[in-house]
Nanobody, 127 residues
Framework: QVQLVESGGGSVQAGGTLIMACAAS????????MGWFRQVSGKEREAVAT????????TYNDSVKDRFTISQDSAGNTVFLQMHGVLHEDSAVYYC????????????????????WGQGTHVTVSS
């Protein structure tokens, strides 16, 4: 089965940069799509960015499109989220998620369509 472990979360000043990583293991066919989601207490989880692991195509939430970058390593086992120019509104618990996908899969699906989830990592934007 697919297992996901996030790292790199923490505190960062507004306007700063934070890079998070999601280490994935398990059946590659079950994680053709990888995504970063975030959730604030009392609010619904929202998609931040996704990447098709097979095709390396990406999608972004409009609120982060010009500031965040999702990418993967050459082996396809680690997905990164580079957060630049962070805002207070970016404070949330960030989750790495995966679902099956192939070359033709559109990965910007609702969170309910993602099958595997990491435990989440807190991001707090200060000052």
């Amino acid at each position: 089965q697919v297992q996901l472990v996030e790292s790199g979360g923490g505190s960062v000043q507004a306007g700063g940069t934070l890079i998070m990583a999601c280490a994935a293991s398990g059946d590659p066919a079950s994680r053709g799509c990888m995504g970063w989601f975030r959730q604030v207490s009392g609010k619904e989880r929202e998609a931040v960015a996704t990447i098709n692991r097979v095709r390396s195509t990406t999608t972004y939430n409009d609120s982060v499109k010009d500031r965040f970058t999702i990418s993967q390593d050459s082996a396809g086992n680690t997905v990164f989220l580079q957060m630049h120019g962070v805002l207070h509104e970016d404070s949330a618990v960030y989750y790495c998620a995966a679902m099956p996908g192939n070359w033709n899969t559109r990965c910007d699906e609702p969170d309910i369509n993602y099958d595997y989830w990491g435990q989440g990592t807190h991001v707090t934007v200060s000052s």
